[in-house]
């Protein structure tokens, strides 16, 4: 399995960008498909999750200004990232696992058996 992430690029605060991750070996529809990102000095954090192509879960930080979607045919999934802040500032990386992963275990980083290369986002001020 290989996901290969991109998109990431520096935008203003209160700008948008859309991060893509095209995954080979393994169809979207029936896998776990999540982002997660590591701001500088931090951990790695759970963003939000697209299981089974269709159940959305999102980390509040990002409720409401972030959207996880899928493109079937190319097996891609998108992160629309909108009213962008300085702290969504981070490296952000897209992440398969099983299907069957359920929401208290979608911020388990032990529970993907894949990692995409990470992009990185800057948010300026």
């Known amino acids: 399995v290989q996901l290969q992430a991109s998109g990431g690029g520096t935008v203003q605060a209160g700008g948008s960008l859309r991060l893509s991750c095209t995954v080979s070996g393994r169809t979207l529809s029936t896998a776990t498909l999540s982002w997660f990102r590591q701001a500088p000095g931090k951990e790695r954090e759970f963003v939000v999750a697209l299981r089974r192509g269709r159940m959305t879960s999102y980390s509040d930080s990002v409720k409401g200004r972030f959207t996880i979607s899928k493109d079937n045919a190319k097996n891609t999934a998108y992160l629309q990232m909108s009213s962008l802040k300085p702290e969504d500032t981070a490296v952000y990386f897209c992440?398969?696992?099983?299907?069957?992963?359920?929401?208290?275990?979608?911020?388990?980083?032990?529970?993907?058996?894949?990692w995409g290369q990470g992009t990185q986002v800057t948010v300026s001020s």
């Open positions: 992440a398969v696992g099983s299907e069957r992963l359920i929401t208290s275990s979608l911020w388990l980083e032990a529970h993907y058996d894949s």
